[in-house]
């Protein structure tokens, strides 16, 4: 019998496409949120690193990615390399499967509109994996923004980079959708429409990898994105310094909002999060939290028919669309233009 919403309880079963890093985090997030990982799905099955790896997590069943979408699960959990989120996503939505899918959703806007027509056909819940948005100090941040305590934003000004130093990571690989717009900087930009909504034009320049523009990723990119009355910037690269970095600082008529480490899913200590306004500083202090958790409660619940989804493919869409106009803009060096569908 297939576990499906009706039948599912509190949680659901859930399938893992491949044995990646970020893997790592969500199985004991789906565990924490209620839900059972029941099938590791991955290009090698009979291979000793698959059998480690389901050994290591209790996965109970192990297969190829079609065995997984196929299985008696729920849900899958699709963090492969980018150029696979379109196709594998694709398929488990037409096998009657929710999809949550790692970010970017896809390698552009028309792809990204082509899930969410699936969805639609289909009846499933569909999510970008965007984790750090289910972050207390994330939800904070949209409160103090909408609130006004900045008063009128004019200024955003967001950085996530990090050094990539592996060279044959899938990150550097033009062909499976590297770059770091769309692994990190990919943050910063839904951030930025978060809190601003969607931007009316961009202006982006990078630094490219061997091939340039035409087949090479980009090792950075930095963009100003034009709103009515404010002017937002993003910053992300694969050779910044030592570790991560991760800044955020909003500028309003009012007042200023800052924070390092914003972008991160999971913290393991506190966290502090400071407004400052005329009437001096007012830091507020976060403590640890499993944001893959939240998310993945949230799923949850939405494909349990409990609460309706915060954010909707048609939003994984937008933010596509906004990342097609920074890549056209760093390749041509011209402003482009950002029209809805």
Known sequence: MTNTPETAGQGLRWGILGAARIARSLIPAIREAGGEVTFLGVREPNSERAKAFAAQWNIPAVGSYADAIASDVDAIYNPLPNDLHLPLTRDTLRAGKHALTEKPFTLNAAEAAELEREAQAAGRVLLEAFAYRFQPHVVRIQELVRSGAVGEVRSYRAAFGFPLNNPDDFRWDASKGGGALFDVGTYAVNLMRLLLGEPQAVSARARWTEGGAESGVDVGLSAVAD????????????????????????????????????????????????LTTAAGSAPETFGPFNAYAGMVAHFQRVALGQEAALYPPSDAVAHARVLDALYASARTGERVEIHGS
């Open 227 to 274: 709103y009515p009355q404010a002017l937002a910037s993003i910053d992300c690269a694969f050779d910044w310094g030592s570790a991560a970095t991760q800044r955020l600082t909003v500028i309003g008529t009012q007042g200023t909002l800052e924070m390092s480490g914003v972008f991160h899913s999971y913290t393991d200590g506190p966290s502090t999060l400071t």
